[in-house]
């Protein structure tokens, strides 16, 4: 019994001997496959050691201690050196100045150019003087517009714009006071606007047929007024002749011409000091009436006219190279024309004078020997450069024609100004120029044959560059011609019942649309492009708008 548990346990050790052996070889050969890679080390926390020092503050170090801020200038980059001594002196000045001195300092302080110092503070404050000047000149036009307006909001009769007044051609309509003691009973025998300022007009009164006790009365006035200011004229002209026609110059409306009925041509220079003029105390208010500046009274008898004086005309200056002639100049470009531009003059004979306008370079208060239609004080004067007799000159070509002819109207063309048209009372157009050969036609004729007793009252020449111009007559007939045909293009008779025409003139902005007005006061709207017929809108003008 004993023997066989030995063997048994004999057994079971030889057994586990065996498995042990095998494990081990096993993992043996698991090991050789198996290869561990310890390429990529790191460290989770890497704290050094602390000295005692470090210790002890650690643990008491912020005991008794709070947060402080310095500062040690060290963000100031500027440095400052000085090598010479500032130079200093007191002066002294005053605000609004009593004299031309306004500031100024002690003659030891101002040191030896104290004198040129001062001069140059004199030359600065006129020079500041004229700024000044300018300045209230515009700004008292801009206050007195909108003094206007109020006045017109105030009174609701004197309104400048309103429902009432407004044209179904227009915004509106506007009345001038010429409801003033030297104008009342005058006929307004003209008007005529300025070309450079829109808002320009000027308005010529006739004398009084009865004379009175006052010795305006046997006076043509003639009043410029600004449309922005219909209450009263902005300047006064007098003129001892009944005037027949009138113009302003073509740059800024600065210069004034008119013709007379006595055959003079004068001309008002705006630009003048009121004192160099009389004023005069009429009614409530203090006027300051002008007399011309020059006049052609004086000029010797081969340069003047024996007869009235029918248009006055400033010759039209062509347009630069590439602008089209049918805009006018730039406002700039035409101060570069100064006052130095001609002017025509046409008398009823049908004698043409060209005038050379000039602007002189000093003022001679004491008046003039030389110049002897030269007002004292003024520096405006017309040379009389060349004449022209195209009437005459026509006729003798023309056999055609029976009798003399009577210039009325003058108009130059506007791409050209070296071709003119003179209107007269017998129908008929003449063409002329002022230099070089005579290009035909010589007249421009109605449709019909034969020279029609009628006169010609209005002439316009289109604006646009076009070679067409209007005709209006006293018998209503409206002709459009071209430069080029002797007979109309078109030709209407009826369109205002027989009316005198008293003006035609073209729109600025479209070519095909002109206006005429009647002696009815009424206004025709043409526009070819929508009726040739008739007149697109017709609109009386009544005496109380």
């Known amino acids: 019994m004993c023997f066989c548990v030995d063997n048994i346990l004999l057994s079971c050790f030889v057994c586990y001997t065996s498995l042990v052996f095998h494990f081990r070889k096993r993992s043996t050969e698991l090991l050789r496959l198996v290869d561990l890679d310890f390429s990529v080390t790191f460290s989770l926390l890497d704290l050094l050691p602390l000295n005692e020092y470090d210790m002890y503050i650690k643990s008491f170090g912020t005991t008794n201690t709070k947060q402080a801020y310095i500062q040690c200038n060290e963000d100031n980059t500027e440095r400052e050196i000085q090598t010479e001594d500032i130079e200093m002196c007191d002066k002294w000045t005053q605000h609004p100045g009593d004299s031309s001195k306004v500031c100024g300092g002690s003659q030891m302080d101002l040191g030896p150019n ?4 001062l001069n140059d503070s004199v030359n600065k404050l006129s020079i500041d003087s004229q700024r000044l000047s300018s300045f209230l000149r515009s ?4 206050i007195a517009v909108l003094l206007e307006e109020d006045r017109a909001e105030q009174h609701s009769l004197k309104k400048l714009r309103s429902e009432a007044d407004s044209l179904s051609f227009g915004d509106g309509c506007l009345q001038l006071n010429t409801k003033l003691s030297f104008l009342h009973g005058r006929e307004v025998s003209l008007t005529r606007f300025s070309q450079a300022k829109k808002q320009t007009l000027l308005s010529v009164h006739r004398p009084l047929s009865k004379p009175t006790a006052v010795w305006l009365d046997h006076k043509t006035v003639v009043c410029i007024w600004n449309i ?3 209450s009263c ?3 006064v002209l007098l003129c001892n002749s009944e005037i027949r026609c009138c113009c302003f110059s073509p740059g800024n409306a600065t210069l004034v011409f008119a013709g007379t009925d006595d055959g003079s041509v004068v001309v008002w220079d705006l630009r003048e000091h009121s004192t160099l003029h009389y004023s005069m105390k009429i009614g409530d208010n203090e006027w300051t009436l002008r007399y011309p500046t020059f006049s052609t009274d004086a000029v010797l008898a081969t340069s003047s006219h024996f007869c009235p004086v029918r248009a006055v005309e400033p010759v039209p200056v062509i347009a630069a190279e590439g602008h089209s002639p049918g805009f006018s100049l730039l406002p700039n470009q035409e101060d570069l024309l100064g006052m130095s531009f001609q002017l ?3 008398d009823e004979n049908g004698l043409l004078h060209l005038w050379v306008v000039l602007e002189l370079p000093k003022v001679n208060l004491a008046g003039s020997q030389m110049d002897l239609g030269l007002k004292p ?3 405006l004067k017309l040379l009389h450069s060349s004449s022209v007799t195209p009437i005459a000159r026509s006729l003798r070509r023309d056999t055609s024609h029976i009798g003399p002819l009577q210039a009325l109207t003058l108009k130059f ?4 100004s070296n071709h003119f048209f003179i209107g007269t009372d017998m129908g008929l157009v003449c063409h002329g120029t002022r230099h070089g050969l005579k290009i035909p036609p010589k007249f421009y004729r109605p449709q019909l044959s034969g020279h029609a007793p009628v006169t ?3 002439l316009d020449l289109s604006p646009f560059g076009e070679p067409v111009f209007l005709v209006g007559c006293v018998d209503g007939t409206i002709r459009l011609h071209s430069v080029r045909t002797e007979y109309p293009i078109m030709e209407w008779n009826s369109s205002t019942n027989g009316e005198p025409i008293v003006s035609v003139q073209w729109a600025a902005t479209r070519p095909m649309v002109f206006f005429v007005l009647d002696a009815a006061s009424n206004i025709y709207a043409w526009d070819m492009l929508a009726k040739d017929s008739q007149p697109l809108i017709k609109e009386a003008i009544q005496p109380d708008r």
């Open 413 to 416: 063309l506007p791409s050209d």
């Open 456 to 458: 010609v009252t209005s």
């Open 344 to 346: 025509a003059s046409l």
């Open 114 to 117: 104290s004198e040129e110092s």
């Open 377 to 379: 004080g003024g520096r």
């Open 139 to 142: 700004a008292s036009q801009v």
């Open 233 to 235: 004229p902005q300047q």
């Open 228 to 230: 922005w200011e219909p």
